[in-house]
Antibody, heavy 123, light 107 residues
Framework: EVQLLESGGGLVQPGGSLRLSCAAS????????MIWVRRAPGKGLEWVSG???????YYADSVKGRFTISRDTSKNTLYLQMNTLRVDDTALYYC?????????????????WGQGTLVTVSS | EIVLTQSPGTLSLSPGERATLSCRAS???????LAWYQQRPGQAPRLLIY???GRATGIPDRFSGSGSGTDFTLTISRLEPEDFAVYFC?????????FGQGTRLEI
C-alpha cells in the first residue's frame, strides 16, 4: 500500500527557513516522480516543485531560488528546503506521487497524496 | 506557462441534478496530460479523471471528463451529497504543472 507522510511544518518568521519531509513507502521511491503542492487559506491548489524519477528538478516561478527539492533514496524520503520564507508561503503543503507504475516515467497526474503539513509564516 | 481558467467559480445545485464544470487553457494542452481532482474540506486532493476522459480507480461512473485542445469539461451526471466539494483541473507540461483556480460545488 502506497503511503506518504509529510512532516516538518510549523510557525516561522518571515525570512526564516523550514525543511519539509515526505516519508514514502509501498512503492519504488528511487525511480518515481514526486511533487510538492500547496494550498493557501482561501486559495486553490498551487504546484510548488517536482522531481523526476531520474532526479531532474523543477520549480514554480514563485519559489525558484528560494526552495530546493531533493530526495534521499536510502531513506525513501522527499524533502523541500524552504528559505527566505514570505507571508504568502503560508499554506498546507502536500507531497504527491506520480501515478505511473513504470520506473522513471511520468504520467502527469497524481493518484497518491499525503495528508499535508501546515506552514505558517508570520511575525 | 499555461494558465487554466475554471468556470463557474461557484456552482449551486441540488442532489440529483447534473453538474457541468469547465476548464479552459490559455494554449492547447495535450489531452493525455489533463486531469481533474476533487478536494473535500480537511482532505487531500483526490484524482477523478486523467487523460481528459479516463476515470481513476474507484471513481463512480457518474463522473465523466471530455474535451480537447483548450476546452475541457467535467460532468457529474447525478449529484450525490458527497460530491459537494471543490474541483480542480490540472495540466502537466515538460517542466511545470498548473492547476485551475477551482470550482466550488455547493448545495
Amino acid at each position: 500500500e502506497v503511503q506518504l507522510l509529510e512532516s516538518g511544518g510549523g510557525l516561522v518568521q518571515p525570512g526564516g527557513s523550514l525543511r519539509l519531509s515526505c516519508a514514502a513507502s509501498g512503492f519504488t521511491f528511487s525511480s518515481s516522480a514526486m511533487i510538492w503542492v500547496r494550498r493557501a487559506p482561501g486559495k486553490g491548489l498551487e504546484w510548488v516543485s517536482g522531481i523526476s524519477g531520474s532526479g531532474s528538478t523543477y520549480y514554480a516561478d514563485s519559489v525558484k531560488g528560494r526552495f530546493t527539492i531533493s530526495r534521499d533514496t536510502s531513506k525513501n524520503t522527499l524533502y523541500l528546503q524552504m528559505n527566505t520564507l514570505r507571508v504568502d508561503d503560508t499554506a498546507l503543503y502536500y507531497c504527491a506521487k506520480d501515478a505511473s507504475l513504470t520506473p522513471y516515467e511520468s504520467s502527469g497526474y497524481y493518484y497518491y497524496w499525503g495528508q499535508g503539513t501546515l506552514v505558517t509564516v508570520s511575525s | 506557462e499555461i494558465v487554466l481558467t475554471q468556470s463557474p467559480g461557484t456552482l449551486s445545485l441540488s442532489p440529483g441534478e447534473r453538474a457541468t464544470l469547465s476548464c479552459r487553457a490559455s494554449q492547447s494542452v495535450s489531452s493525455r496530460f489533463l486531469a481533474w481532482y476533487q478536494q473535500r474540506p480537511g482532505q487531500a486532493p483526490r484524482l477523478l479523471i486523467y487523460g481528459a476522459s479516463g476515470r481513476a480507480t474507484g471513481i463512480p461512473d457518474r463522473f465523466s471528463g471530455s474535451g480537447s485542445g483548450t476546452d475541457f469539461t467535467l460532468t457529474i451526471s447525478r449529484l450525490e451529497p458527497e460530491d459537494f466539494a471543490v474541483y480542480f483541473c490540472q495540466q502537466y507540461g515538460r517542466s511545470s504543472i498548473t492547476f485551475g483556480q477551482g470550482t466550488r460545488l455547493e448545495i
